[in-house]
């Protein structure tokens, strides 16, 4: 397939608002691929190209559009591109430009600015994960739960797609659970209060929140690895979670679960200390010594042989319990009425954490899912939001940026929603980290402001929100300060300008 083919299928999402459209658009896309092309195909239509060391400085100026009619693969580009991001050492800089200055000298003009946009991660034509999954489902004539359900095994749809589109239906059910490969783990809704919580979920778990980092825990044999909530290994970083999972009496598990630094008193370090463990939030990589994690585990997905994704939520805690010593589990109570849900929500609160978690006993586990089967429930606002730019700053912040400008996702649209901007609860070394983050991530510079390409995810805690005729959504946050950032968490898991709604129609 020609680049262009997939550039004009771009522009034609990007140029329509309903989702149905979308879907058809890319499966008729997806449809013309040979095997070889879908899993460039899907990333590319995705814009999820990931960063291969070509900033915005090296794309202002470009040569003369190619006359066309257009001769670049799809695959030719992405060996080039390949190459391109394996250029290091002396002289990588000039190396790139030149490989890039033969890329574009080849390209249409509509070829030119799909990859501009791609290389800059501004394809903002609404193809996001759940999209693209239908369109899969439709080109393989597959249901899109089984789909979803073998991205959730596999982690990575290219690869998914690639089987379904080439094998066809049969070959979604060849993903399964693989130990010592991560799965992506199931996700949380959030609710009102614990007695709206327990109104839709029934009989639950209900657990303390911790204000921590999610992880994964894999244990075959001897070998031990930890993930990340992005499924990125970890498993040097925190020796401690691998010694306490080593002296379990199992020959293979999968566990979910939570690492948190603690304090001598029992009670949470804040969340940017949890965070230095992994080199994020601008604190630099801190050691186990300084800044020692506590893991607490959650759920058991598999145990000695036994898958348990599709067990009951209260099955598989039970399981947990058989091999998990209390002290290594989250606390957690079961019951069904509100009163007592919202003691433990009390108790959670005074021993420092942010809420609990309610969960349906009779739930599978949805591996990737945000379904309502979880819940969480936290006293004070915060939500997860994206960095679209960043200001220069002014007196002892001059030469750093500073002042960040904070989006909502837009599920529907594949946009970021602006809510307003905040300076607040920055350390030093923070905004050090995030000036040399965001410069690395700028797509363009307008005066004191730097537009940057919306990856980076930091959590805001904020008094309210109000509306504002200020920005597009018509919202904006109130007293908007930060906690720290999210390298645990992608773009596409920030939360949402509904969410946001739900809150300021809640407030009001």
């Known amino acids: 397939m020609l680049l262009e083919e997939i550039a004009r299928a771009s522009l034609t999402v990007a140029g329509t608002s309903a989702r149905s459209a979308k879907v058809e658009a890319l499966a008729d896309c997806l449809r013309k691929l040979r095997p070889e092309e879908v899993p460039v195909g899907v990333t590319y239509l995705s814009g999820t190209l990931g960063r291969i060391g070509v900033g915005w400085a090296s794309l202002r100026v470009l040569p003369p559009p190619a006359e066309p009619p257009p001769t670049l693969e799809l695959l030719e580009v992405d060996a080039a ?5 394996g250029i290091d050492g002396p002289g990588s800089q000039a190396r790139r430009k030149t490989e ?4 574009f000298a080849s390209a249409t003009e509509v070829e030119q600015r799909f990859l501009v946009d791609l290389l800059h991660g501004e394809l903002r034509q609404g193809a996001l994960e759940g999209v693209m999954v239908e369109a899969v489902a439709r080109a393989a004539d597959a249901p899109a739960g089984e789909v979803r359900r073998a991205l959730m095994l596999a982690g990575e749809l290219p690869t998914v797609a690639a089987a379904a589109l080439t094998d066809g239906r049969g070959a979604l059910s060849s993903f399964g659970l693989q130990l010592l490969r991560p799965v992506k783990p199931m996700l949380a809704q959030t609710a009102d209060s614990v007695a ?6 029934g009989p639950a778990a209900v657990e303390w929140k911790l204000d921590g980092a999610r992880l994964q825990v894999h244990r075959l044999g001897n070998e031990v690895r930890a993930y990340t909530r992005s499924l990125a290994d ?21 566990f979910d679960g939570e690492v948190i630094a603690m304090r001598a ?19 630099g990589a801190a050691s186990p010594e300084s800044v020692p994690l506590s893991v607490s585990l959650f759920d058991c997905l598999h145990l000695d042989g036994d898958d348990l994704l599709d067990r009951s939520c209260q099955e598989r805690l039970a399981l947990l319990a058989t091999r998990v010593p209390e002290h290594l589990r989250v606390p957690r109570i079961e019951t069904d009425e509100s009163a007592a849900a919202e003691r433990f929500l009390e108790d959670a609160l005074a021993h420092g954490h942010e809420g609990v978690m309610v969960k349906a006993l009779a739930a599978p586990y949805e591996a990737g899912r945000r379904g309502a089967a979880w819940l969480k429930v936290k006293r004070a ?21 500073s002042n960040l400008h904070l989006g909502a996702r837009d599920p529907e649209r594949g ?25 690395e991530l700028a797509t363009e510079r307008e005066g004191h402001v730097v537009r940057v390409r919306p990856e980076l995810v930091v959590e805001i805690a904020f008094d309210g929100v109000q509306r504002s005729s200020r920005y597009p959504g018509g919202l904006a946050l109130r007293f908007a300060r930060v906690k720290g950032y999210r390298a645990d968490k992608s773009a596409q898991e920030a939360d949402t300008i509904d969410l946001v709604r739900s809150i300021h129609e809640g407030a009001g």
């Open 81 to 85: 591109l390949r190459r391109i991001a």
């Open 100 to 103: 890039l200055t033969r890329l």
């Open 196 to 201: 709206d919580a327990i109104g839709r979920t």
């Open 234 to 254: 970890v498993t040097e970083r925190v020796p401690e979670v691998v010694q306490a999972i080593a002296g379990l009496p199992v020959e293979a598990a999968v």
């Open 265 to 283: 008193d029992g009670r949470p370090h804040a969340f940017q200390s949890t965070m230095s463990r992994f080199g994020s939030g601008g604190d």
């Open 381 to 401: 606002h915060t939500l997860d939001l994206v960095v679209l730019a960043a200001e220069w700053g002014h007196g002892r912040r001059r030469g750093r940026l």
């Open 415 to 439: 946009e970021f929603v602006m809510l307003g901007k905040t300076f607040k609860g920055m350390t030093d070394a923070m905004l050090e980290w995030q000036t040399e983050r965001l410069l």
